[in-house]
Nanobody
Framework: QVQLVESGGGLVQAGGSLRLACAAS????????MGWFRQAPGKEREFVAA????????YYTDSVKGRFTISRDNAKNMTCLQMNSLKPEDTAVYYC???????????????WGQGTQVTVSS
């Protein structure tokens, strides 16, 4: 049974930092790309960042480039999203997800975590 469990969300002031983690189990983690997505109230789920199965390639949506960093540790079956210089518009529920090949489209991902709330106050 595949499980993805996010942690690390919380309330932070604008300009602050948070580090999200996603622990995976149930299949060969190193064979799958990982993505982070977010969904704010009343908005569609949107792509934030993704990393290839080896960790050699990373992609970001324009609004987080230079502020967020995605990483993975295949030995620990974990992926992280370091978020710096947070803005109120980053407020959302953040989800990690996996799929065989990297994609920017959330509809192509196989398994999802339960989500973790990130709230950035102004």
């Amino acid at each position: 049974q595949v499980q993805l469990v996010e942690s690390g969300g919380g309330l932070v002031q604008a300009g602050g930092s948070l580090r999200l983690a996603c622990a995976a189990s149930g299949r060969t983690f190193s064979s799958y790309a990982m993505g982070w997505f977010r969904q704010a109230p009343g908005k569609e789920r949107e792509f934030v960042a993704a990393i290839s199965s080896s960790g050699g390639s990373t992609y970001y949506t324009d609004s987080v480039k230079g502020r967020f960093t995605i990483s993975r540790d295949n030995a620990k079956n974990m992926t992280c999203l370091q978020m710096n210089s947070l803005k109120p518009e980053d407020t959302a529920v953040y989800y990690c997800a996996d799929r065989r090949y990297l994609s920017f489209d959330w509809r192509g991902y196989d398994y999802w975590g339960q989500g973790t709330q990130v709230t950035v106050s102004s």
